[in-house]
């Protein structure tokens, strides 16, 4: 059995700047209005036969979400990026291109890229962990983050 969830009509959605370094069009830092979809795939169980709780499923990806909003991305598994400093004043450098930004405006990723691609395996990953804390029966979880209307990257995280 599956549950579906439209991180649209869920909001589930964060408005964040990233950038893809060396990329020809996707270098310079430019923003997303984001949205979340998910799919999780389990047996259902428990006292009233959910594969999962919606709500639960929904606080867990809103959360992550909030941390990413209004942030710069940034991957902290990137080749390209030169980290210089990651104090109160972020410095970095990308080729030629050198970037100080405050701190707090940043979110750091445990990744190579903060590509759709990235950041659906990202959720995928969190959230299947965060759903086996809940004892549930769950055979995979499926997100895609959406870069706009019609725009994203789906990865799927099997048990």
Not at 48 to 51: A, I, K, L, P, S
């Given at each position: 059995m599956k549950i579906i969830i439209n991180?649209?009509?869920a909001n589930l959605r964060f408005s964040s700047a990233h950038m893809?370094?060396?990329?020809?069009?996707?270098?310079?830092?430019h923003g997303h209005s984001y949205h979340v979809d998910v799919k999780v795939d389990g047996e259902r169980g428990g006292p009233?036969?959910?594969?999962v709780d919606f709500k639960t499923v929904k606080a867990i990806v809103r959360d992550m979400c909030k941390k990413l909003d209004h942030k710069l991305l940034?991957?902290?598994?990137?080749n390209e990026i030169d980290f210089k400093s990651k104090k109160r004043s972020l410095k970095f450098v990308i080729g030629d291109k050198e970037y100080k930004i405050p701190r707090e405006d940043c979110c750091?990723?445990?990744?190579?890229?903060?590509?759709?691609?990235?950041m659906a395996e990202y959720f995928a990953e969190q959230l299947f962990q965060?759903?086996?804390q809940e004892e549930a029966d769950i055979k995979s979880v499926g997100i895609c983050v959406n870069e706009g209307?019609?725009?994203g990257a789906y990865f799927e995280k099997t048990a």
């Open positions: 991180g649209i009509h893809i370094p060396c990329h020809q069009f996707c270098g310079g830092i009233f036969g959910f594969v940034l991957p902290e598994k990137s750091f990723l445990p990744l190579s890229s903060t590509s759709a691609e990235d965060a759903l086996l209307i019609g725009q």
